[in-house]
Each structure stands twice: as structure tokens, then as C-alpha cells.
């Protein structure tokens, strides 16, 4: 029997695929070996400064449980957090649903625009915000020129002004993916249930809903996540007022500095966010 047939039989084949397989997987290993090296060892070695100094030691972690300054700070930057998560759900479901109902050409058209804040800087964005919400910005004009109102009111350095510049950042993050999950969508489900006797509302809230869940829940997360880290914005729309852990860490890191404090406040952080996206994995196995 040649060498070319014993090549061509199955035990050869099997034999053959492990090694090709291997030799596959192995191109990836530099890859990451760089992203070990380059990216997770620094933040690993980072990370560890809040369990040194050198030595081993827990008291930068007493630090942040005895301090009242740095509680507060992480419970309002949790409740920043929220806050727009919630926004950008109550503003990206029913904007994805009615991008969902266009038609192809008007859906290419709102995508474009849902789009467009990507191709600018987010410090642009949110400079913009203090001349639509500054004390002479154009909503404040606005009201002073309709009688609304009798003096600015004040949209900027505070919790609103936060609010408003991370949700204009985020709601993309959210609408995409939703977007995406709603167009997948089988419609032969929704002319079923029509078929038999469901109303459009009993249609949306029993079958269309429920199927979106998945995507608008991760979506929802992902911009709750997203707004743990953020810097520009509330340092810019809160002008020192709202405090959030991204603005404290440059103080610890840049002005006192305590690279060990930041060090545990990261970890933290990090750790808060992976239970968070546990939970979500959990709660999503078991819906499915």
C-alpha cells in the first residue's frame, strides 16, 4: 500500500488532525504571550501594591474601610453608575424599537446618526454640553427668552450634568447591540401569535420582549461597567462636585501621591465588576 492511501485513511486522518490542530493553536501563542507581558502583568503587578508595602499587609484595605471619604466616593460613583444605566435603558429601548420599524434606507439613515458621536473626541462631546448647558448656554437662553424661567438654572456641575454627558457617551453602546438583537429577529413568531389572537401589545410583551431581554440586560451592564471608569465627563460636567473613582484615583496616583490605596481601590473595582458580570452570567443561565 502507497504512502499517498495510508494518508487517505481514516485512522491516518484522525491521527493527522491533532497535529494540525496543535500547529494551529501554536501561531496564537506569541500573540498571547505579548498581551500577557504587555497588558495583563502590569495591571497583575499594579494590583498587587495593595497587598505591599512592601511587605504583605491589609492595611491600605483598613484604610478604606475606616476612611469615610473613600466610601463615599465609591458609593456615589455606584450610584452614578445606576443612574445611568437606568437613563440610557428608559432612552435606548424605545430608540432601538423604532429604528427596528424603519424601513432599510431610514434604518441605514438613524444607524448613521447613532454612529456619528463615535467619530468625534469624547472631551469635544462633552465641552459641547457647557455651551448647550452652561448658565449662557442655549437651553438656559431659551427658557430666559420664553419667561420659563427667571434665572439659569443649573444643568452643569452636578449630578444632571453628569448624568447627561455619560449617558450621551454611552447610549451607543446600548442601542447597537439591542438594534442588532431586535433585527434578528424571526417574524413568522410575531404573525403566529397574531394568528392566534394576540394584540400588538400582548404581542410585544409576551413574545418580542422577552426575547430582547438578553441583549437589552448585557447592553444595560455594559454601560453600567463602562461608567465605573469614567474621567473626562465628570471631571469636566462636575466640576469637582461629583466626585467618582477615576477622579480620585488621579489624586492618589498624580497629586499625594498612595499608589497602594489606589492600588486597593482598583482592585476592588475589579472585583465588583466581575461579580457583576458572574451575576449576569448566572441569572442568564438559568433563564436559559
Known sequence: ??????????????????????????????????????????????????????QPTLEHWAELG??????????NTFQMALITALVCGALGYPLAFWIRCLKPRAQLVALSLVLLPFWISVLVRTYAWIVVLGNAGLV????????????????????LGVTI????????????????SMMKMDE????????????????????????????FAAGTLLV????LGFYVTPAILGGGRVPMIANMLDVL??????????????????????LLFGLYRMVGGRRS
Not at 427667571?150 to 449630578?159: G, I
Not at 453600567?224 to 461608567?227: A, E, P, S, V
Open 140 to 159: 438656559n437662553r431659551s427658557l430666559l427668552w420664553l419667561g420659563l424661567t427667571e434665572a439659569p438654572l443649573p444643568f452643569l456641575y452636578n449630578t
Open 253 to 274: 496616583i498624580n497629586v499625594m501621591p498612595r499608589w497602594e490605596v489606589a492600588a486597593a481601590i482598583s482592585t476592588l473595582l475589579l472585583g465588583a465588576t466581575i
Open 224 to 227: 453600567f461597567i463602562l461608567t
Open 66 to 75: 475606616q476612611s469615610p471619604v473613600y466610601l463615599r466616593v465609591l458609593g
Open 1 to 54: 500500500m502507497s504512502a499517498v492511501t495510508q494518508g487517505m485513511l481514516p485512522g491516518h486522518a484522525a491521527r493527522a488532525a491533532p497535529r494540525a490542530g496543535w500547529g494551529a493553536g501554536a501561531y496564537a501563542l506569541p500573540l498571547l504571550g505579548l498581551m500577557i507581558i504587555a497588558f495583563d502583568l502590569p495591571i497583575l503587578l499594579m494590583l498587587a501594591q495593595s497587598v505591599l508595602s512592601p
Open 165 to 180: 454627558g455619560t449617558t450621551n457617551v454611552l447610549l451607543p453602546f446600548l442601542v447597537l447591540p439591542l438594534v442588532a
Open 188 to 215: 413568522r413568531l410575531f404573525q403566529a401569535a397574531a394568528t392566534l389572537g394576540a394584540s400588538r401589545m400582548a404581542i410585544f410583551w409576551r413574545v418580542f420582549f422577552p426575547l430582547t431581554l438578553p441583549a
